[in-house]
């Protein structure tokens, strides 16, 4: 594997793990991490042999937000000119499903990037947040959009207008920022599980459904429907798709070629 100054990188069978590492800053997302990050997802989108990915910072902390030294002496013109934030497009761009293993603070860009994952397993010390308004700013990765989708507009609210409102991983689960709760030491076991399961589909239907569901958050539910009836036209098209439907009338196992 390539060698990151803030990440590290593994893989269990078809699925990559992106560990976020910088553990004296709480894994705060500073521009080398977003960075070394999103290159390593693009490298894990185009491998053949990753079917799923698994964003973690380990078993103490998600990421405590952007790095707050960075912001030091940077005004509105130096954020228009160089934006920080451009690693979100790229992120946008990945075929492959992304599960967040969360554990300790998720707060700031740590929820957002964790929002920004296509499921979210959380550890039972997780803790999700947007502190921003402290600051004097704003959430800006997606904070005030996701979140609202997520848990609802008076949650929502409640959490970035007052900054200090936290939700833990029980409330979380409640709300359905997450889909399930694991002791800390068994989140990483059970979200692998989910990820191998994933992986062992097919890749470009999994591609298909990741797109249909995402689409979903953009258009209005007729434009939804017309695209997931294209992209059902499209898994029709695979190779997978015979297999698959010969496979369950032989009564086995599918052996899908991904492609
Ligand atoms: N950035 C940089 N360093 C951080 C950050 C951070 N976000 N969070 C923690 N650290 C550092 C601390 O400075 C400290 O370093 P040092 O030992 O050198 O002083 C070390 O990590 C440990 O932190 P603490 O001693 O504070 O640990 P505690 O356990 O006492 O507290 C907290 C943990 C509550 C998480 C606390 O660290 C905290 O409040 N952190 C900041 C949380 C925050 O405000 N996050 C939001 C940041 S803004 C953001 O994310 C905007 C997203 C949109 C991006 C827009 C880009 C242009």
């Not at 000119?81 to 761009?93: A, V």
Request: glycine letters at 10%.
């Amino acid at each position: 594997e390539h060698q990151y100054n803030t990440i590290l990188v593994e893989r269990v069978g078809r699925v990559g793990i992106i560990t976020l590492n910088r553990p004296k800053a709480l894994n705060a997302l500073c521009g080398e991490l977003t960075t070394e990050m999103l290159d390593q997802l693009v490298k894990f989108d185009a491998d053949i042999n990753i079917g799923a990915v698994i964003i973690t910072g380990g078993s103490k902390v998600f990421a405590a937000g952007a790095d707050i030294k960075e912001f030091e002496g940077k005004g509105m013109v130096d954020l228009m000119n160089k934006d920080s934030l451009n690693w979100t497009l790229g992120f946008k761009n990945i075929r492959k499903p992304i599960i967040a293993v969360v554990n300790g603070y998720a707060l700031g860009g740590g929820c957002e990037l964790a929002m920004m994952c296509d499921m979210i397993y959380a550890g039972e010390s997780a803790v999700f947040g947007q502190p921003e308004i402290k600051l004097g700013i704003i959430p800006g990765a997606g904070g005030t959009q996701r979140l609202v989708k997520a848990v609802g507009k008076s949650k929502a609210m409640e959490i970035c207008l007052t900054g200090t409102v936290n939700m833990k991983a029980q409330e979380a689960l409640q709300f359905g920022l997450v889909s399930s709760v694991h002791p800390v030491e068994k989140v990483m076991q059970a979200a692998l599980k989910t990820a191998t399961i994933i992986a062992s589909q097919s890749q470009p239907v999994i591609s298909l459904i990741k797109a249909s569901i995402n689409n979903s958050f953009e258009v209005p539910l007729q434009a939804g429907l017309d695209y997931e009836r294209k992209a059902i036209q499209m898994a029709f098209g695979t190779k997978d798709k015979i297999e698959g439907v010969k496979a369950f009338i032989e009564k086995r196992k599918p052996l899908f070629s991904h492609l």
